[in-house]
């Protein structure tokens, strides 16, 4: 009488590859599809709105540094709404010791005016159409950061202005009203964004 003899259950080297047959040439990994990052698209009115806000403040600020550099006393005759005994008085604020960033400490160091106009020139390259467009999500980033850093300083230039000094500069003060204006447009632009077409954000999905 003949022996049965149990089946042997080890996997052999054909099967380990998944191949399904003995001796056949292993099956190539699947190429995983790449995770495309969602982009999220602002309304339209945004980009427009964010890059006249900026061209407004690097005129202004512009202006006051060239007060400050050139002619600090003619910004007093360019001063309209000064009047004597009045809360405006844009020569006391902009020769003040709050004119520098740490004045008290390193007096001349750093013009407001002119870190202002820097600013304002570095935001409206972000608010650019060209960046607005932009894949990367750190110009988005960078843009927003750079607004809530502006707002900061204006917070602080108003305490020095209304609590230290009390007085105020007209050309000052429509600085930081385009800096508060700047931040609620871009922060509408997050909260109101949608996410992007194929073709809006670079890809299509016949491809």
């Known amino acids: ?44 009115w945004v980009p427009t709105t964010s890059a006249i806000i900026c061209l407004l403040a690097v005129a202004d600020s512009a202006y006051l540094t060239y007060t400050h550099f050139i002619n600090p006393k003619a910004i007093n005759g360019a001063c309209f709404l000064a009047k004597p005994g009045s809360l405006v ?26 870190a202002g106009l820097v600013w304002s020139v570095a935001m409206l390259a972000l608010c650019s ?16 950061a750079g607004s809530v850093a502006g707002v900061a300083t204006v917070l602080w230039l108003l ?28 922060f509408l632009g997050v909260a109101l964004a949608v996410p992007a077409e194929p073709e809006a954000a670079g890809f299509d999905e016949t491809a």
């Open 129 to 144: 159409p060209w960046a607005w467009r932009a894949a990367s999500p750190w110009v988005a980033r960078a843009r927003l």
């Open 159 to 186: 305490y020095a202005e209304l609590i230290q000094l009390r007085h105020i500069c007209e050309y000052c003060t429509v600085v930081h009203i385009l800096t508060f204006a700047l931040f609620v447009v871009l």
């Open 1 to 44: 009488m003949a022996r049965v003899v149990g089946a042997d259950t080890r996997r052999t080297p054909a099967t380990a590859t998944g191949t399904g047959r003995t001796g056949g040439a292993p099956r190539p990994p699947v190429a995983e599809e790449p995770v495309l990052e969602e982009r999220l698209v602002p309304p339209r």
């Open 89 to 114: 008085n844009c020569g006391l604020v902009t020769t003040s010791r709050y004119s520098y960033f740490f004045g008290s400490l390193f007096h001349h160091l750093l013009p407001v005016a002119l």
